[in-house]
């Protein structure tokens, strides 16, 4: 069972090590598309000692339907978690109004239909999912600092920020002394690395949280799946099999044999990867089990890594040359 927390960033917002991705919850085809499914996992995060529970109004076979499930699956014990949403990704939420995904009048509707479908007066942690160039990031803070002095949300974060964005969300903040980001949401693992260009700098010279989605990339890095196969019932071999087609199996089996020259799981040492950076306050991780979640809490505290092993892994998983970059 988790028992550590980590800052988000320079906030005073603590989260477990592992936080339980909700993505899953009422998405067509898996156990936790039901109630009963969704239940089951969020028993066992909580059991764990995960905290950290996030989610995004567009979830689920049905946009909503991850808030609405989760709300139902929290009644009497909301007070246990850190709950997490986002608002503002390009998808018809079927708002009757034309607006910016960051504008004011967007962030007050969407609010108010997460917490009614979240079942809670409060959200701990408010996410803007994407950047929305059409409203000036000064809107978009303001609004958000409306709905914390009322008590609608804790803190907000964002989610696809790029490094100049989140550099400008910080300095317009500061310009206009109001209040600031204290979280990002970004692609990152070990086979999405992308981040550590420009995003991860940025987080960590503005003191934000770092939460990396796709942290596991879609399993490859569990250990469940080899050159010859996975899981049948599982999402890569089921809808996304070019992923474990065009996996760097070398590298991948590189890996499998570091971990078990140490006797930890591809689980746990890409958890340990992870939770060395000190700018990562949580990896969310999704899953349709118990046992799944189980194995993911016992993963954030299993195992971590000292410099010359973080120095091997860095060089089975290169960070990729940056095909921008000017010769």
Same mark, same amino acid.
């Given at each position: 069972?988790?028992?550590?927390? %980590?800052r988000?960033g320079? !906030?005073?917002?603590?989260? !477990?090590?592992?936080?339980?991705?909700?993505?899953n919850?009422?998405? #067509?085809? +898996?156990v936790?598309?039901?109630?009963?499914g969704t239940?089951?996992v969020i028993?066992?995060? @909580?059991?764990?000692g995960?905290?950290?529970?996030?989610?995004?109004d @567009?979830y689920g076979a049905?946009?909503?339907?991850?808030?609405?499930l989760?709300?139902e699956?929290l009644?009497g014990?909301?007070?246990?978690?850190?709950? #997490?949403t986002?608002f503002?990704h390009?998808?018809d939420?079927? =708002?009757d109004f034309p607006?910016?995904?960051?504008?004011?009048r *967007?962030?007050?509707?969407a609010?108010?239909?997460?917490?009614?479908?979240l079942?809670t007066d409060w959200?701990?942690l *408010?996410?803007?999912h994407?950047?929305d160039?059409?409203?000036?990031i000064?809107e978009?803070t303001d609004?958000?600092?409306?709905?914390?002095?009322?008590?609608? @949300?804790? *803190? *907000?974060?964002?989610?696809?920020? +790029?490094?100049?964005?989140?550099a400008?969300?910080?300095f317009?903040?500061r310009?206009?002394s109001?209040g600031r980001f204290?979280s990002a949401?970004?692609?990152y693992s070990?086979l999405a690395? #992308?981040?550590? %260009?420009?995003?991860?700098?940025?987080?960590?010279? =503005?003191?934000l949280?770092?939460?990396?989605?796709?942290?596991?990339?879609?399993g490859?890095?569990t250990?469940?799946f080899t050159?010859?196969g996975?899981?049948a019932?599982?999402?890569?071999? !089921?809808?996304?099999?070019?992923?474990?087609?065009?996996?760097?199996?070398?590298a991948?089996?590189?890996?499998?044999?570091?971990?078990?020259e140490?006797?930890? $799981?591809?689980?746990?040492?890409t958890?340990?990867?992870?939770?060395a950076n000190?700018?990562? !306050?949580?990896v969310i991780?999704?899953?349709?089990s118990?046992a799944q979640?189980?194995?993911?809490?016992?993963?954030?505290?299993?195992?971590?890594?000292?410099a010359?092993?973080l120095?091997?892994?860095?060089?089975l998983?290169?960070?990729p040359?940056?095909?921008?970059a000017r $010769?």
């Open positions: 069972m988790l028992t550590s927390q %980590r988000v320079a !906030s005073g917002l603590l989260v !477990s090590p592992t936080g339980l991705g909700c993505n919850f009422g998405r #067509a085809g +898996t936790t598309e039901t109630l009963a239940r089951e028993d066992a995060a @909580i059991a764990n995960i905290t950290l529970f996030d989610t995004a @567009i049905v946009a909503g339907a991850s808030e609405t989760m709300g699956a009644e014990r909301r007070d246990r978690v850190v709950l #997490a986002k503002g390009a998808r939420m079927g =708002y607006a910016g995904l960051g504008s004011r *967007y962030v007050r509707r609010v108010e239909e997460s917490l009614r479908r079942r959200i701990d *408010y996410q803007l994407l950047p160039p059409e409203t000036p000064a978009t609004a958000l600092d409306e709905l914390v002095r009322e008590g609608k @949300i804790r *803190y *907000y974060g964002h989610s696809n920020f +790029t490094g100049w964005q989140i400008e969300a910080e317009t903040s310009a206009r109001t204290v949401q970004n692609h070990l690395r #992308a981040a550590e %260009r420009e995003v991860l700098p940025a987080v960590a010279r =503005y003191g949280g770092f939460f990396p989605w796709f942290p596991l990339h879609n490859l890095l250990g469940k050159r010859d996975g899981p019932t599982s999402r890569i071999m !089921s809808t996304r099999q070019h992923l474990w087609e065009g996996a760097p199996w070398d991948l089996d590189a890996f499998r044999a570091f971990c078990d140490r006797g930890i $799981t591809m689980l746990q040492a958890f340990g990867w992870l939770l000190p700018v990562v !306050s949580s991780a999704g899953a349709t118990a979640v189980e194995a993911n809490a016992e993963a954030g505290e299993a195992w971590r890594p000292d010359a092993e120095a091997i892994i860095d060089e998983f290169p960070l040359e940056d095909p921008g $010769t």
